[in-house]
């Protein structure tokens, strides 16, 4: 069987040409989106707005500014729903097979944890009933809406620290009985499965290997090139069993084939995958295909979301650091990469006065070995002024921790752009 070979260099194009990070932009519009996200699979929810919630960000970095609410439309017209994916994310509906799969599953675990939880569902059939019933004639309804139905003693578990109605909504989501289906600010807004989603999706899962061959396949497809292990930390995060069996067979049916990244120091380590469907991007980028960008990425980036490949690509070793103690945080609460081409060459903290509008830049940090030129600065403070505008800025304002050739250029782009 063909091995593909890539250089270091070309792995790393195409992993961020697959992300669509690289080439003309998506067009802005609910259609792109939904052809986003068949390409890269889901975006992951968060509520911190430090700068911007990260599902509008990730989108942002590939189409530019949009209307923030078709994200809201696409779920009222049930083309997208939230899903555990990377976390919970927002997923096509179209998907919810593959997801469905796993639906159920944590319901059904063994342990004295899960026992509780069955034991308290059942002491409390009636606020079951309630909600559901409650639903069926007035969702999607939010959690704060069944506050009036009585419950009994909330569960003593992490699982169960919230109301007893909040609680039951979870408990019923592992069931795959309610799933969210949309949100008012940060509040899930809850409905009956079979009420809301497609009446296909009623249908029996697809049995697990299928299930696991078409979403490893989706995975690798995002990824572009990776292993066995980064292949299971996508998509839908650690459920593909017997993956290395699955990647076996469909080596044996030609649709993902052998590949080998060759680095300075000779190939690198372990078995590596790329799709067939793949190649075709490679190829492109090998040629005069590679048309790169300068643009900054939610932490949360699904580019750089493996945190343990993104330093094995990108030599950029990069970590949350929201719950860090101010006083030992090594960058800022709420840092953003910024992605030139096929490099991350700094990262940025910032924050959004909401109150006053003023988008405060406190830190710009530069990679160490990035080669930066004046129109590489000028590029990435061209994004800085997009971003500020897609956030609803009134004005930038500079801190102290940026180094005098940034702030240069920063100023320069922010005096023109805003």
């Not at 998907?95 to 799969?101: K, S, V």
Request: glycine fraction near 8%.
């Amino acid at each position: 069987m063909e091995t593909i070979t890539l250089t270091e260099t070309e792995a790393r194009r195409l992993a961020v040409a697959a992300q669509r990070l690289a080439g003309p932009r998506a067009e802005a519009s609910k259609g792109s989106i939904v052809e986003l996200l068949r390409q890269i699979n889901c975006l992951q929810i968060d509520p911190i707005r430090a700068v911007e919630r990260t599902q509008l960000l990730v989108l942002w970095s590939r189409m530019g500014a949009f209307d923030p609410s078709w994200l809201d439309e696409l779920q009222g017209e049930r083309l997208i729903f939230e899903g555990d994916a990377h976390r919970a994310s927002y997923v096509l509906t179209e998907d919810y097979a593959l997801l469905r799969r796993w639906i159920g599953s944590l319901s059904e675990r063994k342990g004295e944890g899960m026992e509780r939880v069955r034991e308290w569902m059942e002491e409390n059939r009636s606020l079951r009933e309630g909600i559901i019933g409650r639903l069926r004639e007035e969702g999607p309804l939010a959690s704060t809406a069944f506050d009036d139905l009585e419950g009994g003693p909330r569960l003593p578990s992490n699982w169960g620290s919230g109301k007893p109605a909040s609680s039951m909504l979870s408990f019923l989501s592992w069931q795959g009985v309610v799933l969210p289906v949309g949100r008012k600010g940060n509040q899930r807004l809850w409905h009956v499965r079979d009420e809301w989603l497609p009446e296909w999706a009623e249908k029996a899962p697809p049995a697990e290997e299928e299930v696991v061959a078409l979403t490893c396949q989706r995975s690798l497809k995002a990824l572009g090139v990776a292993n066995q292990r980064q292949i299971s930390r996508h998509f839908i995060r650690h459920k593909y069993p017997n993956l290395g069996q699955r990647l076996a067979e469909l080596m044996g049916e030609g649709s993902v084939l052998p590949a080998q990244i060759d680095g300075e120091e000779g190939a690198w380590e372990g078995e590596w995958y790329i799709h067939r469907d793949s190649v075709p991007l490679l190829n492109s980028i090998r040629g005069d295909g590679w048309s790169p960008r300068t643009v900054f990425l939610s932490p949360f980036d699904n580019l750089i979301c493996d945190r343990e490949r993104t330093e094995q690509f990108f030599s950029f070793y990069f970590r949350i650091e929201i719950y860090v103690p101010r006083a030992k945080r090594e960058y800022g609460y709420y840092v953003l990469p910024l992605l030139h081409g096929d490099r991350l060459i700094g990262r940025m903290d910032s924050q959004i006065d909401r109150k006053t509008g003023i988008y405060h830049i406190h830190a710009m940090y530069q990679e160490e070995g990035a080669r930066i030129d004046a129109q590489t600065r000028a590029a990435a403070a061209e994004s800085l002024v997009e971003l500020a505008r897609f956030i609803g800025a009134k004005g930038v304002e500079l801190g102290e921790r940026i180094p005098a050739a940034w702030r240069n250029a920063l100023e320069k782009e922010v005096t023109q752009g805003l």
